[in-house]
């Protein structure tokens, strides 16, 4: 069974940073893409940022495209979402995600973490 936990989140001024951690089980974690999302209060969940089970291909939504990067570390079996330049619309519940192929994408993914809080204060 594959579980994901992810951690980092908190409460940061406008212009700060945070860095986002999502711990996977399982032996298969660097053949599978995975995904960092988000979802707002009265929102719809979104991309936010994917990389393959390789690492060498990643994709981000435009909205955080220069001041998000996404990486995984296959020895430790995490995934890390890198968040600079900080926004009050970057406000949300951090999900990390799991594919079921390797290649990178927005949709597709089967395996869910429980979230993480990111509050960005004015």
């Known amino acids: 069974q594959v579980q994901l936990v992810e951690s980092g989140g908190g409460l940061v001024q406008a212009g700060g940073s945070l860095r986002l951690s999502c711990s996977a089980s399982?032996?298969?974690?660097?053949?599978?893409?995975m995904g960092w999302f988000r979802q707002a209060p009265g929102k719809e969940r979104e991309f936010v940022a994917g990389?393959?089970?390789?690492?060498?291909?990643?994709s981000y939504a435009d909205s955080v495209k220069g001041r998000f990067a996404i990486s995984k570390d296959t020895g430790k079996n995490t995934v890390y979402l890198k968040m600079n330049s900080l926004k009050p619309e970057d406000t949300a519940v951090y999900y990390c995600?799991?594919?079921?192929?390797?290649?990178?994408?927005?949709?597709?993914?089967?395996?869910w973490g429980q979230g993480t809080q990111v509050t960005v204060s004015l």
């Open positions: 995600a799991r594919k079921t192929t390797a290649v990178v994408g927005t949709s597709g993914y089967a395996y």
């Open positions: 399982g032996r298969t974690f660097s053949i599978f893409a």
């Open positions: 990389i393959s089970g390789g690492g060498g291909t990643t």
